[in-house]
């Protein structure tokens, strides 16, 4: 019996966790993402995942805690989450992106700053272990800036 416990609070913690937001207009967030690079002269990072997701709880952790991650996502990216759950699939929005989804979950799609999808990424490669590995997210980050790529800032 005290084995179950952990696993039950373990299973409750992660149902708590409120990363994607099921009620958020997701076209509307990623119109306002892509108005943002523009200005900014950055590209869009579309982080699609769910709540349910255990891997999209650990890609956002280490997208938001490690420094050196945050410093090029920072310079280089306007970041939006788009959800995906059985409350809300965001279908119009996956269609607008190519259906991204056939990677898993999460994944990320980059961007320009017209909106035009230049790189999907299956998340699968950037995992280490049991978790992300913060190496190949940079250097995944750092390959699809504008500089990279040959597009200059804004």
Known sequence: MTCVVPILFGYNA??????YNPNADAIKDLNQAIE??????????????????????????????DSTIMKVLNANYVLVKVNYSKENKNEAVLEKLEFPQRFGFPVLVILDDHGKRIHTQD?????SGD???????????KNW??????KPAN
């Not at 943002?36 to 890609?59: D, E």
């Not at 998340?123 to 995992?127: N, V």
């Not at 800036?145 to 040959?150: E, F, L, N």
Request: proline share 2%.
């Open 36 to 65: 943002r690079a523009g200005v900014q002269g950055k590209h869009v990072l579309v982080q699609v995942g769910g709540n349910w997701c255990p891997w999209c709880v650990k890609l956002n952790k280490i997208f938001t805690t």
């Open 14 to 19: 992660m149902a708590q966790v409120q990363i």
């Open 123 to 127: 998340s699968g490669l950037l995992e």
């Open 131 to 141: 978790g992300y590995d913060t190496k190949k997210i940079v250097s995944f980050l």
């Open 145 to 150: 800036t504008k500089a990279a790529i040959g």
